[in-house]
């Protein structure tokens, strides 16, 4: 489908390439007339008529009369050219008409074709199966679409795999993430999640050696403190002499 749109787009830029319009042109205009069939005629030119009367009585009366005219010709561009219609044939098919057409100064280009509309049959062939009691069924084929599948894992209700659901569902897309219909968007979310949770690991293990160091020198502190009071209380020691009794 993508391969014959671009080839009906290249061929529409090439045809507007090469394409030259024609214009009317009344500049090289050789006082001629000329009507065929419904165009526009130009006429141009100039006329001039001289009138002379002599009368017997020796006076004689010359009238010159000069007119000039000029009629523009319009500038007429050929026939359009008309794209095609196109119709579905059915209100239960998914299926529209696209048609368009390109008219240039040379000649015309029309053309049209039928797009299916995958949306629309997965919506059609969801309701089908739902109505026959297949509820599974039909939650399997929404979940074709990549955004039901995504709605469908982030409310905790994993699509069906294999015919298994739930938790052990949510095990095997996990297993086998490529057959994921959202893979690439998945892909892109896992990334993103994993430098916000660099970030956040980072940040914790900052704060951790941060109350590590607190923790340590508040440690110290407090042997100091009762090594000193040891010291004040510690008692005095007493010598006794040895006294030697003798017989």
Same mark, same amino acid.
């Given at each position: ?5 671009l080839v009906?787009a290249f061929l529409v ?9 024609a214009?009317?042109?009344?500049t ?6 000329t009507?065929?069939?419904g ?12 009138t002379?009367?002599?009368y017997?009585?020796g006076?004689t009366n ?9 009629t ?8 359009s ?8 044939m059915?209100?239960d ?10 008219s ?12 299916v509309?995958?949306n629309?049959?997965?919506i ?14 039909s939650v399997?084929v ?7 599948f995504?709605a469908?894992e ?10 298994k659901?739930?938790?052990e569902?949510?095990?095997?897309w ?12 998945y892909k892109?979310?896992? $990334?993103i999640r994993?430098?916000v ?6 940040? *914790?293990?900052? @704060? %951790?050696?941060?109350d #590590? $160091? ?6 110290e502190?407090?042997?100091?403190? *009762?090594?000193? @009071? %040891?010291?004040?209380? #510690?008692?005095p ?11």
């Amino acid at each position: 489908m993508l391969k014959d749109n671009l080839v009906l787009a290249f061929l529409v830029t090439f045809i507007l390439c090469i394409s030259v319009p024609a214009w009317g042109d009344s500049t090289n205009d050789n006082n001629a007339q000329t009507n065929s069939s419904g165009s526009n005629t130009q006429i141009t030119g100039g006329y001039t008529s001289t009138t002379t009367n002599t009368y017997s009585g020796g006076q004689t009366n010359t009238t010159t009369s000069t007119t000039t005219s000029s009629t523009n010709g319009s500038e007429i561009p050929p026939p359009s050219a008309n794209s095609p219609s196109y119709s579905s044939m059915s209100q239960d098919v998914c299926s529209m008409g696209v048609s368009g057409s390109v008219s240039t100064g040379v000649f015309g280009l029309s053309g049209g074709k039928h797009v299916v509309d995958l949306n629309c049959e997965r919506i059609k062939l969801a309701k089908v199966l739902q109505d026959f009691g297949m509820k599974v069924a039909s939650v399997a084929v929404l979940c074709q679409d990549p955004r039901v599948f995504m709605a469908m894992e982030a409310a905790g209700t994993p699509c069906p795999f294999d015919g298994k659901i739930g938790a052990e569902a949510a095990a095997l897309w996990d297993t086998y993430e490529e057959l994921r219909p959202d893979y690439k968007l998945y892909k892109e979310r896992m $990334e993103i999640r994993a430098e916000v949770d660099a970030v956040i690991a980072a940040e *914790l293990a900052e @704060q %951790i050696a941060k109350d #590590e $160091e607190a923790a340590r020198k508040a440690q110290e502190e407090l042997d100091k403190q *009762l090594e000193s @009071q %040891i010291t004040e209380t #510690e008692a005095p020691v007493i010598y006794v002499p040895t006294i030697n009794v003798h017989q």
